[in-house]
């Protein structure tokens, strides 16, 4: 077992993840929906800016008023949304570091997956952005106090022709032209933040950005009774003749304020700076090698487009075709995208494990793990259960059953396995029953790895598991890395209804070239 603190930090989520799994069910575990959370906020805090718009003044000595008499006056409605607007904008905060706390955790940033990673970095000064401009916005002394510091810190930088901080030295000094230009950023950087949150996820397939319909309930829910029972404060207007000794700080969106003013200028944006870089070169420090990409094999191919759909990280596109034969599409595979999980291998309608040897070549392949190997691990693997009650199982490397064991054969991804294997281990006898262990159901390491998987057995989405393989000899199972025990208790279980099962009827033992392939592949091991 790996104890590092990455491999601590997955076996600490994974555990508050099954009790949160208890509370609110794997689909809508919040800590498996951060993003799409995330995303849920962003669009509270816009409908609720644009709501609060309607009733805001933006020049500078009535904008304090407007939000006073929004926030008093009209708090049932306009009140409401200001809280709302500010509860939204806090919780984005924490959802934002605890889903990149979580994706570094469960090593879903580097490789070919850096691209999510590197594009979340200027997101992060976006949201802060975004709050620091609103928070200027409302004109109380807490505004007054972020002016003051940031033109501060922002003069150091020796860019402006004219000092800013002199805008906040006098009353009659801060023109409306200037708290014009802070309304037209604070509407400016979140339309970018929106930006950039979109080019965030370019390079996954269906990525989620709508949690579901239940949580995003709660979650709003749980913001109304926050705003109704909490107003977000509202202190005394700003005064530029004094300065503001005691403010309401927001602890979320405003921690670094302290920190500014204690700490000397240089190092401040040497902090800044050196977070930035450190954070977009995280996915290389150290880098992942992941396997060599898939390759296509046009002649297996028929341009169905189904590895396309199945792909999770966008990296397979429909071309047309190049090679003469009679079909209108084949497929093109990006390697700068490919993280070999072999999703793509188990969903193509040409990998079926019954093709006779020599021809045991697919539409698209892992090189470092064709599925001619794959058929012949699995067969060795036979060897290795012991009955009666045989299990083979068939289990993701990031999931309980991510090591080795008799019986056991580890894949980057259950979904790699294309369903006719199952059928193939269940009718030559390889074993009396097939167990597919995949990773927590809330959250597929792959993304859509045990979505896909579940689709194809339920016969859902192509390739179906075939109707005539018997369904009580497949047993799935999803369970995280710190669910070991109910993964064995559950394969006890299954051989144990398996033993008092009469013999499969419809077996077609292993044919002598299925045998020397399988020899052949372990001798080829075995040499090294
Ligand atoms: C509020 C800001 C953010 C939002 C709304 C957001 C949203 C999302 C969404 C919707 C996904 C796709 C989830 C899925 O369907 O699998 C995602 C994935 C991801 N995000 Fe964020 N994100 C935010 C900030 C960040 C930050 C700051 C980082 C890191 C610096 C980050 C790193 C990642 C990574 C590594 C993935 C996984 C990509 C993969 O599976 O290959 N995100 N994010
Ligand atoms: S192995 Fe296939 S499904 Fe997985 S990332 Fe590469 S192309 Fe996509
Ligand atoms: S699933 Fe197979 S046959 Fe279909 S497009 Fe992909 S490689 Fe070609």
Not at 12 to 20: P, Y
Not at 401 to 410: E, K, L, N, S, T
């Amino acid at each position: 077992m790996t104890t590092g603190p990455r491999a601590l930090l997955r076996r600490g989520f994974d555990r508050a993840e099954r009790l949160l799994d208890r509370a609110f069910g794997p689909d809508w575990n919040p800590l498996a929906q951060l993003g799409p959370i995330g995303w849920f906020l962003f669009w509270i805090v816009a409908v609720t800016g644009i709501y609060l718009f309607i009733f805001f003044d933006t020049g500078v000595t009535d904008a304090y008023a407007s939000v006073a008499w929004l926030s008093r006056d009209h708090w049932w409605h306009a009140g409401v949304a200001r809280s709302l607007h500010r509860y939204a904008s806090d919780l984005m905060v924490v959802v934002m570091f605890t889903h990149l706390i979580r994706e570094w955790a469960m090593d879903r940033y580097r490789g070919s997956r850096w691209f999510s990673w590197v594009t979340g970095v200027p997101v992060i000064w976006f949201v802060y952005l975004s709050g620091i401009t609103g928070y200027w916005l409302v004109w109380d002394k807490l505004a007054q106090y972020i002016a003051t510091t940031t033109s501060e810190l922002l003069d150091t930088l020796g860019i402006f022709a004219e000092p800013i901080a002199r805008n906040f030295l006098a009353p009659d000094l801060l023109a409306s032209r200037f708290f014009t230009l802070m309304v037209f950023l604070h509407i400016a950087i979140p339309l970018l933040l929106l930006l950039l949150m979109w080019v965030h996820i370019q390079r996954i397939t269906e990525a989620r950005t709508n949690p579901p319909r239940g949580l995003a309930a709660i979650t709003l829910g749980a913001l109304v009774v926050g705003a109704l029972l909490s107003p977000a404060p509202l202190g005394a207007a700003a005064d530029l003749a004094t300065v503001p000794m005691r403010v309401d700080m927001d602890w979320f969106l405003l921690s670094l304020y302290p920190v500014i003013e204690s700490v000397p200028a240089g190092a401040i944006w040497a902090g800044v700076v050196g977070f930035t870089v450190l954070m977009i070169g995280l996915p290389w420090l150290p880098a992942r090698r992941d396997g060599a990409a898939a390759a296509v094999f046009l002649d297996h191919c028929n341009g169905c487009s189904r590895c396309v759909e199945d792909c999770p990280y966008a990296a397979i596109t429909l071309v047309p075709r190049s090679d003469g034969l009679p079909f209108t599409h084949e497929v093109e595979v990006n390697p700068a995208r490919c993280v070999a999980c072999g999703i793509c291998m188990g969903a193509c309608p040409s990998s079926t494990p019954f093709r006779r040897t020599g021809n045991l070549v697919t539409g698209i392949d892992l090189p470092d793990r064709p599925l001619a190997a794959l058929r012949a691990e699995v067969i060795r693997a036979a060897d290795g259960t012991s009955g009666p009650g045989r299990v083979l199982t068939l289990s993701c490397a990031y999931g309980a059953a991510a090591g080795d064991a008799p019986g056991r054969v580890v894949l980057p991804c259950v979904a790699m396995a294309p369903p006719s294997l199952v059928d193939f281990i269940i009718s030559r006898g390889l074993a009396d029953g097939v167990a597919v262990a995949g990773c927590a159901e809330r959250d597929c390491h792959n993304r859509l790895g045990v979505a896909w998987t579940r689709a194809r057995f339920a016969r859902e989405r192509d390739p179906y598991l075939r109707a005539r393989v018997p369904r009580e000899r497949v047993l799935t199972v999803w369970a995280g890395p710190t669910e070991t025990a109910r993964l064995d208790a559950e394969l006890a279980g299954f051989a144990e209804r398996l033993s008092s099962m009469p013999a499969y009827e419809n077996l077609r033992p292993l044919d002598p070239d299925e045998v020397a392939d399988a020899e052949a592949a372990a001798a080829e091991r075995a040499a090294g």
